[in-house]
Nanobody, 126 residues
């Protein structure tokens, strides 16, 4: 079992930045890769970003490319989503999720992930 706790959400003006954290506890952190999803009011949950730490490949939704970056601190069992140049359309509840690193499933699909955090609200105002 893996427990995920997100933090770092909040209210920010357009053009600003936030860094979300996803702290993991439970099973071996290094066995899992994280992904980030978001869900805006009235919309379906959508993939945001993920990083394959075994291959070094980054996965980013077109809407966040060049603005959002994933990083990881293994000593803290924490993965981060750095969000820059935020836009009002980035407003959503953001979720991190964990899936087994060597799964063949697509990291952009929620099927890759077994565990989910509770979400953190990000609100961007213009």
């Amino acid at each position: 079992q893996v427990q995920l706790v997100e933090s770092g959400g909040g209210l920010v003006q357009a053009g600003g930045s936030l860094r979300l954290s996803c702290a993991a506890s439970g099973r071996t952190f290094s066995s899992y890769d994280m992904g980030w999803f978001r869900q805006a009011p009235g919309k379906e949950r959508e993939f945001v970003a993920a990083f394959d730490w075994s291959s070094g490949k980054s996965y980013d939704a077109d809407s966040v490319k060049g603005r959002f970056t994933v990083s990881r601190d293994n000593s803290k069992n924490t993965e981060y989503l750095q969000m820059n140049s935020l836009k009002p359309e980035d407003t959503a509840v953001y979720y991190c999720a964990a899936g087994l690193r060597y799964s063949d499933l697509d990291r952009r699909s929620d099927r890759f992930y077994h565990y989910w955090g509770q979400g953190t609200q990000v609100t961007v105002f213009s």
